[in-house]
């Protein structure tokens, strides 16, 4: 059956896209019923104030700020490794991805810790640059590795210098990749807790944790949530409109050739230092600070049961968690690039929701409806990857839909040809080649989950804890040697998924 003809939505792909979707609004669905109770006029006097101005003001200059520098770095340090004569190229390979072994929280822990007075808005967008960048940069290279360079070479052949053969052939083929990191990282920089209030740098998230923490004034807290729930929205609709509905896959196999790389001559003395920078920046400060207090600290410590137990608690919840995801992920992306429509676009956006909200929140949600429906559930395994499914669902989602929109529908049509049902189709045609999409989509929330903080704080069964959760505790106390140990561990943890993301590169270009 040719796509896009007969059953536009296959019953069975559907009722488990609209499942995943559920789950995924259902911290969206307790803020609306927590705004709905609260009534118009106390919704005015919680919004309507000079502080959430200021939440406003700071939020919003964040993600701006932060995204548009993710965006320029990622893209130039893929633009450089992929399609320039960058020597030891890599080695530039892994350490382009390698930030997203550190966490934000442990990243800015390093900064401040080295400079006492490091916050406000400049700390926090270079924090945050620092640790989200290669959510950039890692599809822009992909899709620069995956591109026929015939394009490119007719282009110049018609006339078009490397600028405007850039702006007009490369641009649009990376347009999806440029607009799904960019969305990843945006709403990463909307919910972010843990660097944000090291840094001392107030947002929404920050002031819903204090006005828990501090009144446990659920009101106040649900009417900042419904604000970054809005802004979740202005951002959905924007990623819409700037992706486009342009097919970037081809049928054929195109070109087996490489791309010609661009030589940078005299310009090598300047790019290498530069990313030499970077890494320094990103990778050698929080590094480097961990290890000066494992020296140096009177409080540093080595309980080895402690580092055990919490080490294997966070590997076991962050390969279930990702798995769980990945498996939620699929029937979603594959609705909203095989049928394309109204409904797949608001199923595949609703999974974005939860992610813009703090954990606290999508926490708080889950507690609250499973408390009422389902006791049982309340403070169970079960709940706290339900919650990482929620927060991280669009992890799984950019490298699961930009995998499917690389693969024709044609190999769908040849499948169910030959007489192989839906379910056939998918598990021995989709899932094989999008294999590498889905597992780069696990190690992104692997990554995440390792690193998780507030919704594990308040989710996890009672005597659970992670290295995240240890090391906030040590941290917060201002035992740097004592947190040191948990966050070393957690970046080497982390380190073999970031390694995984950028190992297909690695063998094009041993």
Sequence with gaps: MAAGTGLRYPPLRLAAALAVALLTLLPLGYVVVGVVGTGPAGVVALVWRPRVGELLLNTVALVLLGTAACVVVGTGAAWLVERTTLPWRPLWTGLMAAPLAVPAFVNSFGWYSLFPGFDGLDAAVLVTTLSYFPLVYLPVAAVLRGTDPAFEEMSRALGNGPWRTFGRVVLPQLRPALTGGAL????????????????????????????????????AATMLAGVLVLLCLLLLGAETGLAGRARVARVGSGTARRAVRHRLGPATLLVVPALVLLVVLALGVPLGRIAYWLVTSTSTAFPLDVLLRTTATSLGLGLLAAVVTSALALPVAWLVVRRRGRLSRLVERSTYVGNSLPGIVVALALITIGIRLVPALYQSTAMLVAAYAVLFMPRAMVSLRAALAQIPPEFDDVGRSLGVGPGGVLVRVTVPLVARGLGAGAALVFLAVVTELTSTLLLAPIGTQTLATRFWSESSALHYGAAAPYALLMILISAPAAYLLTRRSREEVA
């Excluded at 909307?190 to 204090?210: H, K, M, N, V």
Aim: no cysteine; hydrophobic share 50%; charged share 10%.
């Design 184 to 219: 990843l990282v945006a709403l990463h920089l909307l919910a972010e807790f843990g660097a944000l209030q090291s840094l001392r740098f107030d947002t929404f998230t920050t002031a819903i944790y204090d006005q828990f923490q501090s009144t446990f004034n659920g009101a």
